[in-house]
């Protein structure tokens, strides 16, 4: 972590980045784009793959409940992570749980979770806006890029530890199981245990978006890169990185470009527009070659 700030610090010195990123909180924006970047490309080729954009968007707003509750336990407004993690996971496993378990169909069960995760957020943020300053809330609904800490870079860096480990030790199995669940069972592989697995990523990586998305677009980060990623590429491994590349190159220019046009955008607004520019694009591109 200190080692990309560092960098970051040169390159600005050297004239490549932009003048603005001399001030350490904008470099700590940088960084954090560079790690949640590729962490939101690479799970939501998964959720794509998988149907599962419906399931990210609930954790999302799960995560309003999470904050409340921690604001109403005594955590930091700014940091109430044990609280967030923790209400989103056993909404997520809870979820999943219910799921194998009963015959309503999937949509219909994740959409009751989705309503009620809103409902239990919007009365407790209610209620705990007395409390506390309105604008920390307005970071935790459209998300704030610029009031990443240290604290936030070293949960963020945590996450994509993990996730990156997993990927190289179960990332053929994790995907054989997203693509064909009955082979993947016939090679030995345990599907149950990666859609678990599978399961509490998306929660811990949502919940570690919060603050730069925002609890209400965090889901659409996941998906809009990768529904523009399987427009433009013909093969899995194409989708793959190119979805990471995607999700990178918004977070990126979602911090820098409302900076240097000065415009009062927030970052997890400006990263979803410029993300649904990248999918409009790539709609018009697919259009035109159809007619040709």
Same mark, same amino acid.
């Given at each position: 972590?200190?080692?990309?700030? !560092?960098?970051?610090?040169?390159?600005?010195?050297?004239?490549?980045?932009?003048?603005?990123?001399?001030?350490?909180?904008?470099?700590?924006?940088?960084? @954090?784009?560079?790690?949640?970047?590729?962490?939101?490309?690479?799970?939501?080729? *998964?959720?794509?793959?998988?149907?599962? @954009?419906?399931?990210?968007?609930?954790?999302?707003?799960?995560?309003?409940?999470?904050?409340?509750?921690?604001?109403?336990?005594?955590?930091?407004?700014?940091?109430?992570?044990?609280?967030?993690?923790?209400?989103?996971?056993?909404?997520?496993?809870?979820?999943?749980?219910?799921?194998?378990?009963?015959?309503?169909?999937?949509?219909?069960?994740?959409?009751?979770?989705?309503?009620?995760?809103?409902?239990?957020?919007? @009365?407790?943020?209610?209620?705990?806006?007395?409390?506390? !300053?309105?604008?920390?809330?307005? +970071?935790?609904?459209?998300?704030?890029?610029?009031?990443?800490?240290?604290?936030? *870079?070293?949960?963020?860096?945590?996450?994509?530890?993990?996730?990156?480990?997993?990927?190289?030790?179960?990332? !053929?199995?994790?995907?054989?199981?997203?693509?064909?669940?009955?082979?993947?069972?016939?090679?030995?592989? +345990?599907?149950?245990?990666?859609?678990?697995?599978?399961?509490?990523?998306?929660?811990?990586?949502?919940? @570690?978006?919060?603050?730069?998305?925002?609890?209400?677009?965090?889901?659409?980060? *996941?998906?809009?890169?990768?529904?523009?990623?399987?427009?433009?590429?013909?093969?899995?491994?194409?989708?793959?990185?190119? +979805?990471?590349? *995607?999700?990178?190159?918004?977070?990126?220019?979602?911090?820098?470009?409302?900076?240097?046009?000065?415009?009062?955008?927030?970052?997890?607004?400006?990263?979803?527009?410029?993300?649904?520019?990248?999918?409009?694009?790539?709609?018009?591109?697919?259009?035109?070659?159809?007619?040709?």
């Amino acid at each position: 972590m200190e080692a990309l700030r !560092n960098w970051a610090f040169e390159m600005q010195a050297q004239g490549t980045l932009p003048s603005i990123f001399e001030y350490g909180f904008l470099i700590n924006a940088l960084v @954090a784009a560079l790690i949640i970047g590729p962490l939101l490309g690479g799970m939501g080729s *998964l959720v794509v793959i998988k149907r599962l @954009a419906f399931f990210s968007e609930a954790v999302g707003h799960a995560a309003l409940t999470g904050i409340a509750i921690g604001i109403l336990l005594g955590e930091p407004a700014a940091h109430p992570y044990a609280s967030l993690f923790s209400f989103c996971l056993i909404f997520a496993l809870l979820l999943h749980w219910i799921k194998s378990r009963t015959q309503v169909p999937y949509d219909a069960l994740v959409g009751v979770f989705l309503a009620v995760a809103i409902a239990m957020g919007a @009365a407790l943020l209610l209620y705990v806006a007395r409390k506390v !300053n309105v604008h920390i809330l307005e +970071n935790v609904l459209f998300g704030s890029i610029l009031t990443v800490q240290d604290q936030d *870079l070293f949960i963020l860096a945590v996450i994509g530890a993990i996730c990156l480990l997993l990927t190289v030790c179960f990332g !053929n199995q994790a995907l054989l199981a997203s693509l064909n669940p009955e082979l993947a069972q016939v090679n030995g592989i +345990n599907t149950r245990l990666f859609d678990y697995a599978f399961v509490v990523l998306i929660a811990l990586i949502t919940v @570690a978006a919060v603050k730069i998305a925002g609890a209400i677009l965090v889901g659409a980060m *996941l998906l809009i890169p990768a529904t523009t990623a399987r427009l433009v590429t013909r093969n899995i491994r194409q989708f793959f990185w190119t +979805n990471i590349l *995607l999700s990178t190159i918004c977070c990126l220019a979602g911090i820098i470009l409302p900076m240097a046009l000065e415009l009062p955008v927030p970052s997890g607004a400006a990263i979803v527009l410029l993300a649904s520019l990248g999918f409009v694009l790539a709609v018009i591109t697919n259009r035109i070659r159809s007619f040709t």
